[in-house]
Structure formats: structure tokens, C-alpha cells
């Protein structure tokens, strides 16, 4: 399905267009009429009209074009082609043996000389179904596919040709080695917390966002039109939650608060915890703040001028240092909105906390990006970041180092234009994550170390859980080498957004990485509760029931370094035992309570102790003594067990290692044949002292053994 700018995870009635969309139709049209003016020539099909790949053929290519008329009817579902000209239609049969696919994808693609244009490509098998598409604004546009053997009609139509020919190819290429090398942390634990029945919105939270304060520790999530107010309580296992509504409104100072929207976003400051609920209006978006967490809201202009009409996203940080007009600076964070329209994305700068923004600048243009943008990120030094799934046929970052003045596009080499927006998290010295479905439907993560301008480390992260199709990724970063990254995957293969033959089940996951993206461990944060069953739309208002949770989700952590993940749920209640999703969006939120944080200052420590000792006196002087040893703490921990006598070191046991809140007996040998009376007998924990614990009190225990 067609997807553009002003036109996708908006909350509309499918089929009806927007302005924005009336706008770029119009554009469309007088492109078309100029060069029809201008005599462009009746364009050509398919050459060659067919051709056959196999494992050992190479690759095919072939040309069509140039073309004239904008066929635009994929707003509406599959592309109409009754026209002439309207579709282009290449026959490809594809051979190959079985087992071929384990390694091997068929990748087609197609490109134009001038990127102002737009084609998109569909792949339809021989029943004439959909199984690939690529509708971006990407240049060129690319289809990845299992290699099945089998016929398959190439579809490319013309959403804007501008009077250009295409390009294109078809051929089998080895898939990517790029597992991510599995990290020896232990996997970090999740528990899931679902919104009270009782609060508003509670089942409506399709793209939901969430922020932490770190003056309070409160949590906040957008559901719709409605704020929650979210604290843990940490001082039981797993931590348990309260939930209140915070939501602006008329009543608390927000004179357009909980009213409507077309898209909802929510941004916390985590320094000053000053919150951020907007609501996109249009042009424009209804905007409040509050900085005491909700007990009243004031007013915001919502962003700058111009801005866009879509997918509006709030985010701040440092200013970056040296700009002279940090001298009239009002709050000391930067706080941005930015939005995408039709041929651009707009990002405007506020100097006073949030209540004004001054002028919108383009960070990019159709020339450089296009599909949707996900949410803007600032560095500890300032630099801000906005993510980009389609920029030059490659996902990547538009970059600003001068507090929003300039931006500059970079993109991640071989990354493939996907169906999610990208997500952006940087470390405490600047270490920069991109976080990118890919257009082969695996789950990447890049690194760069300079601000986004070459890439290290592109992993996929979902290879260990065995991932085949990802959606919604989202990320975040503590200190410089650790970060996580959450996404929506699934281990079944094929059209995820196939409504009537894709069955796969979904859920929740999270990678994380201690050492800078080196590697990486990867746990399923719902593994008994799926968040869809079945197909996921991704394709703006012309989807069925299956567009349920729109477009994104979202993560944060609090002052500790606990990850927060803000999702929405849609299958629940019966659908979790009986395997018929219900297209549910409730709201949910996903938070780490055990494991290494996001910050190595306050991981959780573990606390060997030696809770039991007993002894054994065997008449013929066999003896032995029996130590009971407990991690207390929240980690896991491995270490040796040592035993005295009187003393003297007796053996020191092989390592134990203890889950977090585990028990073991460790059981040492001792001769008593030599020995009368009393004897004390100790077992002592980390003898060598090598654990930080966070008790280093208990680690021993004695007991006095008569032995007759």
C-alpha cells in the first residue's frame, strides 16, 4: 500500500484524504501536465518481458519507461493497472533446489535517474497475491523474498515518474552473516504491567510513548488522548505499580487538552522533569506542558512555523555549547518539535522550555528522505538526531550540531529501506545506536562513534531468538557501551502483512548491549503473552482491523537504568489461550527489574551468603560438613566455597554459580579421625574477596562440632 508523508499513522477513516495528501495529488498533476507539454514520449513495457533466476544464473535486468501519468490509486489498497501505462509488469520465474532459501534471499530492485521521482514495486505470485512490496520514497526501491521456486509477476508503477525510466534487477544474494555475537551477561528479566481497566484510553493506546523523570522517578505514557502517571514500587520482586490519569485538560490549565487528535506524542525532560503532551491538530499540534507531574498543565504554541502535517515528535537535551544565542536562552534544556510534510520534514528549536518554538527548519527534502521519520533524540553534547527508515535507498540519521540551525543526512551502508520507522538512543560520550527494521525484515542495530557519519557493528540482534520479522523498533542508551533496544518480532517468515495467510505469532523483545554493540543478548519480554497473532499492518488508513497498533513504540529508563517499554498490546484476554487475535491496543508497559542496568554506577549487586552450615561425624572418621549458600541480591554471582577447620583451610569447592534469589548446597570431605573435642568449623563465600556485594557481612558462617 502506497505510503507517504501526511498520509500514514494518522488516526483516520480509511479512504478519506487529507490535505496534505489533495496537495501532493495536486502536485502530481501539474508535473504530469508540464511534461506532457513539453512532449515526453509515450513510454514502453517491460524489456526484456520476462526472465527466468536461478542459484547459478545471475542476475536478470531489465528496463521500462519513460512514463508520464502518476498512477496513484495504491492509497487505496493494491494498485489499479486497467490504464495504459498505469503498471509495468516483468514475468520472473525463479528456480531453485530445496534448502536454497536457508542461505540465500531473491533480492529485486529498482531505481530511476532523477530521486524526485517515485515508482513503487509489487511482487505477486502465481495466484496473483501480493507477497512483497516496496512503497517508500526510496531510490531505488527494494524487495527482499525467500527464493521460492515458482512464476511471480514484477510490478513496477509510476506513483511519480516525472517523465523517467527505470532500472531494475533481479537476482539471488547470500544472506547477511550478521548475528549479533552473543553477550555473557546474564539476560536481564522483564516483567509486564497493563493500565487499570478504570483508566481512560486504556484500551486505545496504539502508538504510545513514555518518558521518565529523574527528579521523581515517575513514569509517564500516552495512550491516545489520555497521560498516565506510573510510579514502581522496587522494594519487591518483581516491582509492583501504581497507576493514576494525569491527563491535561480544561479543568488543570490545558485549555486544548484531552479534546482530539490526529497523533498523540508524549516527551519528558529526564533532568528537569518538565512533561510534554501533544496532540497533532494539523499543521500544527495542541500542546501542554506540566512540571509537577500533572496537577496542572500550561499552555504551549505546539511548535514552530512552518511545520509539518504527520508524525510530529517532541525531544530536547543540552544546547550545544558556543552558540551565541544561548545568551537568550529562557530554560536551560533545549526542547524540539519537529514534523514531516509532503516534500520535507520541519524541526523547530524552543529556547524557553517548550512554550514557544522559533522557525521551522528542513532537515531534509524528498531528494535526500522520504517515508516516515521516527523521534528526535539530543546528545549529552547538544548534537540532535532524527532517524530516517528511506534516505538514498538506506536507513540512517539527519544530524544538526548547531541547536537545529543545519542538518546533514548520513545513512547506514547496505541497510535496506524498511516499513518502521528507525529509532535513535546516544550514550553518555556520544556513542550513537540506530536502531532499524530492515527491508529483509531482521532486526539491525549500527554504531557510530563521529556523530552519525560512518557506521561499525550493524548486527542483527534478532538472530539468536531466531526473528524473521520485525516492527516498531525503539531505543535507549546510559552510559557510553550500554544500551537497549526493543522491538515487536515474530519467528514466522513470509508477508507479515498478509491479513489472510500470515499466522505468525508476535511478541515483545528486547537486546541489550554492555559493551558498546560487541555483542549483544537478546531476551523475549512476553513469552507467554503474544502482542499479536496474525498479520500487522504498517501501511497508513487503508488497512483492516490488523492496523490496530499504528505506526510505533516506545521506551525510556529511570534514574537507576531500568529500561521501560511503552507498547500496545493486541491480543489479550481470550486471545492469549485460544490463538484468535482480538486487535486489541491496550496499554502496557514492559520494565526491567533484574539484570545490569543502563548504568554500571547503579547495577544490581549480588549477596553471597552463607545461610545454613551443618556437619556430618562419621564414627570411622569419614566426615564432612555441608554449607548452605544464598545470593540475596539482584544479580547473578559465581563463587568458590572455601572451608576451615580451627582455622586451618580444609578445600576450597569449585565455583557456584546463583541466580538472584537461589540457593545451593556445596558438601566439602573432612577426616576426624585424627581429631577430638570441640572443632570450629567455618564455610566461607568470595574468600578471595573478588565480588562487589551488596552485603559483605554475611559471607561466613562457623558452628562448633563436638567429634568423640
Same mark, same amino acid.
Given at each position: 500500500?502506497?505510503?507517504?508523508? &501526511? ?54 535486468? !531489465?528496463?521500462?519507461?519513460? #512514463? ?9 489498497? $493494491? ?22 532459501? $536457508? ?24 495466484? =496473483? ?20 521456486? +515458482? ?19 533481479? /537476482? ?47 513514569? #509517564? ?86 511545520? &509539518?502535517?504527520? %508524525? ?9 555549547? /558556543? ?30 522550555? +517548550? ?17 516516515? %521519520?521516527? %523521534? ?30 543545519? !542538518?546533514?543526512? %548520513? ?6 529501506? =524498511? ?21 529483509? +525484515? ?55 502483512? $498478509? ?12 537486546? #541489550? ?6 555483542? !549483544?543478548?537478546?531476551? $523475549? ?28 513504540? =516506545? ?5 537507576? &537504568? ?10 489479550? /484476554? ?73 582455622? @586451618? ?14 540457593? @545451593? ?44
Amino acid at each position: 500500500m502506497r505510503r507517504y508523508p &501526511g498520509m500514514l499513522s494518522m488516526r483516520r477513516t480509511p479512504g478519506i484524504k487529507t490535505p496534505s495528501a489533495r496537495r501532493r495529488l495536486a502536485l502530481v498533476a501539474v508535473a504530469a501536465t508540464a511534461l506532457a507539454i513539453s512532449g515526453v514520449v509515450t513510454a514502453s513495457g517491460a524489456t526484456p518481458a520476462a526472465g527466468t533466476v536461478t542459484d547459478t544464473s545471475g542476475a536478470k535486468t !531489465w528496463t521500462g519507461g519513460p #512514463f508520464l501519468t502518476p498512477n496513484v490509486t495504491a492509497q487505496a489498497g $493494491d494498485p489499479v493497472c486497467t490504464l495504459p501505462q498505469s503498471c509495468d509488469d516483468y514475468a520472473l520465474t525463479v528456480s531453485t533446489p530445496a534448502g536454497y532459501g $536457508d542461505t540465500n534471499n531473491l533480492k529485486i530492485s529498482v531505481g530511476w535517474p532523477n530521486s524526485a521521482a517515485d515508482f513503487d514495486v509489487y511482487v505477486l505470485n502465481s495466484a =496473483g497475491a501480493v507477497v512483497g512490496t516496496a512503497a517508500s520514497s526510496a531510490d531505488p526501491e527494494v524487495v527482499v523474498l525467500p527464493p521460492t521456486s +515458482g512464476t511471480y509477476t514484477v510490478r513496477v508503477v509510476p506513483f511519480a515518474p516525472l517523465g523517467q525510466s527505470y532500472s531494475a534487477s533481479a /537476482g539471488m544474494v547470500a544472506k547477511a552473516t550478521d548475528g549479533a555475537p552473543p553477550s555473557s551477561a546474564t539476560p536481564p528479566s522483564m516483567a509486564n504491567y497493563g493500565a487499570p481497566e478504570s483508566l481512560p484510553d486504556a484500551h486505545n493506546a496504539g502508538e504510545p510513548s513514555i518518558g521518565n523523570s529523574f527528579k521523581t522517578g515517575s513514569t #509517564f505514557y500516552q495512550s491516545y488522548l489520555s497521560t498516565y502517571k506510573v510510579t514502581f514500587n522496587d522494594a519487591v520482586t518483581p516491582p509492583a505499580a501504581s497507576w493514576a490519569d494525569v491527563s491535561a485538560k480544561a479543568a488543570n490549565g490545558c485549555l486544548v487538552g484531552s479534546t482530539a487528535s490526529l497523533d498523540p506524542i508524549l516527551y519528558t525532560d529526564q533532568t528537569t522533569g518538565r512533561t510534554f503532551e501533544s496532540q497533532l491538530s494539523g499543521l500544527n499540534s495542541l500542546t501542554c506542558y506540566t512540571d509537577n507531574e500533572g496537577a496542572t498543565w500550561n499552555p504551549s504554541t505546539g511548535g514552530g512555523i512552518p511545520s &509539518g502535517v504527520d %508524525h510530529q515528535t517532541l525531544g530536547g537535551g543540552n544546547f550545544v555549547a /558556543g552558540d551565541p544565542l544561548n545568551a537568550v536562552n529562557l530554560y536551560p534544556r533545549a526542547v524540539y518539535y519537529c514534523s514531516q510534510d509532503i516534500a520535507t520534514a520541519f524541526c523547530a528549536l524552543s529556547r524557553d522550555g +517548550g512554550t514557544t518554538f522559533g522557525v521551522g527548519v528542513p532537515v531534509y527534502s524528498l531528494l535526500d528522505c522520504g517515508g516516515l %521519520h521516527g %523521534h528526535i533524540q539530543v546528545a549529552p553534547d547538544g548534537t540532535a538526531y532524527v532517524p530516517n527508515k528511506s534516505c538514498g535507498g538506506a536507513q540512517g540519521v539527519t544530524v544538526s550540531t548547531d541547536n537545529g540551525k543545519t !542538518w546533514t543526512v %548520513h545513512t547506514v551502508p547496505n541497510s535496506i529501506p =524498511g516499513d518502521s520507522d528507525p529509532a535513535v538512543s546516544i550514550g553518555a560520550n556520544g556513542t550513537v545506536y540506530l536502531a532499524y527494521a530492515n527491508g529483509d +525484515g531482521t532486526q539491525h542495530v549500527a554504531v557510530s562513534h563521529d556523530k552519525g557519519a560512518t557506521w561499525a557493528r550493524d548486527f542483527n540482534v534478532g538472530a539468536s531468538a531466531g526473528i524473521k520479522n520485525v516492527v516498531f523498533p525503539t531505543a535507549v542508551a546510559g552510559d557510553d557501551n550500554r544500551a537497549a533496544v526493543s522491538f515487536i518480532g515474530t519467528t514466522t517468515a513470509g508477508n507479515y502483512q $498478509d491479513a489472510a495467510n500470515f499466522h505468525g505469532i508476535w511478541h515483545l523483545y528486547t537486546a #541489550f548491549t554492555y559493551d558498546g554493540g560487541q555483542s !549483544w543478548v537478546t531476551v $523475549d519480554d512476553t513469552p507467554n503473552d503474544p502482542v499479536q497473532i496474525g498479520s500487522i499492518c504498517t501501511g497508513g488508513t487503508t488497512c483492516g482491523n490488523d492496523r490496530n497498533l499504528l505506526d510505533f513504540i =516506545g521506551s525510556t529508563i529511570d534514574k537507576q &537504568g531500568w529500561v521501560e517499554v511503552a507498547y500496545a498490546d493486541g491480543c489479550t /484476554g481470550s486471545c492469549v489461550t485460544s490463538g484468535v487475535n482480538n486487535f486489541d491496543a491496550y496499554a502496557t508497559i514492559a520494565r526491567q527489574y533484574a539484570g545490569l542496568t543502563m548504568f554500571a554506577a547503579n547495577d544490581p549487586l549480588p549477596n553471597v551468603a552463607v545461610s545454613g552450615l551443618t556437619s556430618a561425624v562419621a564414627t570411622n572418621g569419614s566426615s564432612s560438613i555441608t554449607a548452605t549458600v544464598t545470593n540475596l541480591g539482584k544479580s547473578a554471582v559465581t563463587t568458590p566455597v572455601q572451608f576451615t577447620v580451627n582455622g @586451618k583451610v580444609l578445600s576450597t569447592s569449585a565455583p557456584v554459580t546463583l541466580a538472584a534469589g537461589q540457593s @545451593k548446597t556445596v558438601t566439602a570431605a573432612w577426616s576426624t579421625k585424627q581429631l577430638k573435642g570441640s572443632q570450629t568449623v567455618q564455610a566461607l563465600a568470595d574468600p578471595a574477596n573478588a565480588l562487589t556485594e551488596s552485603n559483605e557481612a554475611d559471607n561466613r558462617r562457623s558452628i562448633s562440632v563436638a567429634v568423640k
